[in-house]
Antibody, heavy 117, light 112 residues
Framework: EVKLEESGGGLVQPGGSMKLSCVASGFTFSNYWMNWVRQSPEKGLEWVAEIRLKSNNYATHYAESVKGRFTISRDDSKSSVYLQMNNLRAEDTGIYYC????????WGQGTTLTVSS | DVVVTQTPLSLPVSFGDQVSISCRSSQSLANSYGNTYLSWYLHKPGQSPQLLIYGISNRFSGVPDRFSGSGSGTDFTLKISTIKPEDLGMYYCLQSTHQPYTFGGGTKLEIK
């Protein structure tokens, strides 16, 4: 059974940092591109970042709204993908999901980030 | 960036109805290999989004055949026939052909 489990969310002040983690099981993690998608009531679903495979030199892509502030990474030996978030803003508040692609067929249960003073 | 315009914003329905949701992109979603990465998701409150349709018209495992997808190029449609209570929620289309990937704004399927 494919499972994705996120962790690391919480409350952080504007300008602060947070690192999210997602552990995968039930499939060969190193064979799949991985993504982070977030959801907020105001914006709906928003794609955040993608990381590709070792054979793609772990190429990464980001939404314009997070470029330069967020960094996606992966550790295939731990079947894990991470999202390092710096210089956080109120508009980064939301539920963050990790999902594999393509397509985005399995999703974690999400972890909630609140950016507020 | 590819803009994905989803309509309508809200869709009041009665159980048993058939409905369509439209998704239009600002440029063609077919890549140079002829693949089109357009998918549809249902997001219910308190749950993770679930994949319904991928590659325009392919139903994901376990998705009932009352869900169907169609379209090409820049114009795509999700049809739901014989709506059931478990179909209520937010529907989103996603283009993952061009970076950055972009979701439509969502359609809320709700009871009349």
């Amino acid at each position: 059974e494919v499972k994705l489990e996120e962790s690391g969310g919480g409350l952080v002040q504007p300008g602060g940092s947070m690192k999210l983690s997602c552990v995968a099981s039930g499939f060969t993690f190193s064979n799949y591109w991985m993504n982070w998608v977030r959801q907020s009531p105001e914006k709906g679903l928003e794609w955040v970042a993608e990381i590709r495979l070792k054979s793609n030199n772990y190429a990464t892509h980001y939404a314009e709204s997070v470029k330069g502030r967020f960094t996606i990474s992966r550790d295939d030996s731990k079947s894990s993908v991470y999202l390092q978030m710096n210089n956080l803003r109120a508009e980064d508040t939301g539920i963050y999901y990790c999902t594999r692609s393509h397509p985005f067929d399995y999703w974690g249960q999400g972890t909630t980030l609140t950016v507020s003073s | 960036d590819v803009v994905v315009t989803q309509t309508p914003l809200s869709l009041p329905v009665s159980f048993g109805d058939q409905v369509s949701i439209s998704c239009r992109s600002s440029q063609s979603l077919a890549n140079s290999y002829g693949n089109t990465y357009l998918s549809w998701y249902l997001h219910k409150p308190g749950q993770s989004p679930q994949l319904l349709i991928y590659g325009i018209s392919n139903r994901f495992s376990g998705v009932p055949d009352r869900f169907s997808g169609s379209g090409s190029g820049t114009d795509f449609t999700l049809k739901i026939s014989t709506i059931k209570p478990e179909d209520l929620g937010m529907y989103y289309c996603l283009q993952s052909t061009h970076q950055p990937y972009t979701f439509g704004g969502g359609t809320k399927l709700e009871i009349k």
